[in-house]
């Protein structure tokens, strides 16, 4: 069944105006690409690239037991973030499953900013106001704010006054309230900045016209895809799913089980006990064959091991990349590994995350 879009994000009509090619995702019409993924990906790489992501969630939590509530219900530590910062983290269903993965950021004393995937982001809301507490306030902002990254290393000329890494700040852009935060999904140094919708369109092409001599180029869904899996950054849906835990996809790292109590924790610990029966792995290919795509199946000595859950020819690397699920017996770094593709079998290497690395 082909997928319908119905919604447009406040940039809708910049990207037709320069003939973006819109494709629909998550329930949006969003650009898959203006000049080309390659072009786009290449851009990011070496000078700037500016996406449209209006499409994400934008939810406001607030009250006096927010922070507390929060680490109940997120799996990395809000206790830990002070006022200004931001950090990656998953919401869990019961089994430790991830319904989402996202960025929380607190914006106030005891308020948050929490920016969701967009095809999660209507799930995500029901799930949060069902286990939200009395004292704490949720709402959702997404159909009164856009947001776009800027990504790539020309950034520190475009914005010269950049927040830290992992931060949040306050701005004024030639008379325009904003958010800017030094987040990004790409590898390279970069911002994502948050707008009032009224203020979406002066924003994009005030940006576009300060970026011009620096090389900047408006990019779509395509080239955002290459970079993050040339960094081995998850794509919910794809790599992350309510069927996989952050263990098994091996983002450990922002689970903290140290805190006593959160939703999926006794999963999480009893997995890291006995350690993850699959694994979520970078491979690269050994020849220049077609590129991996998802639900390819993936064999060690013969035997059926896996499933690749994200695959494309890298642009930075000229080679066919991806990410699978293997059992873990068979995900050690330097496993030699084979993707079935239509029918006929295409070696591989299980790599070291991540798989583009800076020069």
């Known amino acids: 069944m082909a997928e319908t879009a119905t919604k447009k994000t406040a940039l809708y009509p910049e990207h037709v105006k320069l003939g973006a090619?819109?494709?629909?995702?998550?329930g949006w019409l969003m650009?898959?690409?203006?000049?080309?993924?390659?072009?786009?990906?290449?851009?990011?790489?070496?000078?700037?690239?500016?996406?449209?992501?209006?499409?994400?969630?934008?939810?406001?939590?607030?009250?006096?037991?927010?922070?507390?509530?929060?680490?109940?219900?997120?799996?990395?530590?809000?206790?830990?973030?002070?006022?200004?910062?931001?950090?990656?983290?998953?919401?869990?269903?019961e089994k430790a499953g991830i319904i989402d993965d996202?960025?929380?950021?607190?914006?106030?004393?005891?308020?948050?900013?929490?920016?969701?995937?967009?095809?999660?982001?209507?799930?995500?809301?029901?799930?949060?106001?069902?286990?939200?507490?009395d004292d704490v306030k949720i709402e959702s902002r997404s159909?009164?704010?856009?947001?776009?990254?800027?990504?790539?290393?020309?950034?520190?000329?475009?914005?010269?006054?950049l927040p830290a890494r992992n931060h949040i700040v306050d701005r004024d852009f030639e008379g325009m309230p904003i958010s800017i935060a030094r987040t990004g999904y790409t590898g390279e140094d970069g911002v994502e900045v948050f707008f009032r919708n009224e203020d979406a369109a002066k924003f994009w092409n005030a940006v576009l016209e300060k970026g011009k001599p620096l090389g900047l180029k408006p990019c779509g869904l395509g080239s955002r895809d290459t970079l993050r899996l040339e960094m081995c950054y998850p794509l919910n849906g794809s790599d992350l799913s309510p069927e996989r835990n952050p263990i098994e996809a091996g983002l450990g790292f922002f689970v903290d089980l140290t805190k006593p109590d959160f939703i999926g924790r006794d999963v999480l610990v009893k997995t890291k006990e006995n350690g993850p029966r699959e694994k979520l792995v970078p491979f690269k290919m050994k020849d220049?064959?077609?590129?991996?795509?998802?639900?390819?199946?993936?064999?060690?000595?013969?035997?059926?091991?896996?499933?690749?859950?994200?695959?494309?020819?890298?642009?930075?690397l000229n080679w066919g990349?991806?990410?699978?699920?293997?059992?873990?017996?068979?995900?050690?770094?330097?496993?030699?590994?084979?993707?079935?593709?239509?029918?006929?079998?295409?070696?591989?290497?299980?790599?070291?995350?991540?798989?583009?690395?800076?020069?």
Do not use: C
């Not at 295409?346 to 690395?357: G, H």
């Open 143 to 161: 159909a009164n704010f856009g947001g776009v990254a800027i990504q790539g290393p020309g950034i520190g000329e475009l914005f010269p006054e």
């Open 321 to 359: 990349v991806g990410m699978a699920y293997v059992s873990a017996p068979h995900a050690k770094i330097g496993t030699q590994i084979d993707i079935e593709i239509r029918g006929q079998k295409f070696p591989a290497t299980i790599e070291k995350k991540p798989l583009y690395k800076k020069s």
């Open 31 to 93: 650009p898959v690409q203006y000049t080309g993924i390659v072009d786009e990906h290449q851009a990011v790489r070496k000078n700037i690239g500016m996406f449209d992501i209006s499409h994400m969630g934008q939810f406001i939590v607030e009250g006096n037991d927010a922070r507390a509530w929060l680490n109940t219900i997120l799996t990395n530590n809000v206790e830990k973030l002070e006022a200004g910062r931001g950090q990656y983290t998953f919401l869990l269903n």
């Open 102 to 133: 996202l960025i929380a950021y607190r914006i106030g004393g005891a308020k948050f900013l929490l920016v969701v995937n967009a095809s999660r982001a209507d799930e995500d809301l029901v799930w949060l106001k069902q286990h939200a507490r």
């Open 288 to 316: 220049k064959g077609p590129p991996p795509r998802p639900h390819y199946s993936v064999f060690g000595n013969g035997e059926r091991i896996g499933e690749v859950t994200s695959g494309t020819l890298s642009p930075s």
């Open 21 to 26: 090619k819109m494709v629909p995702f998550a």
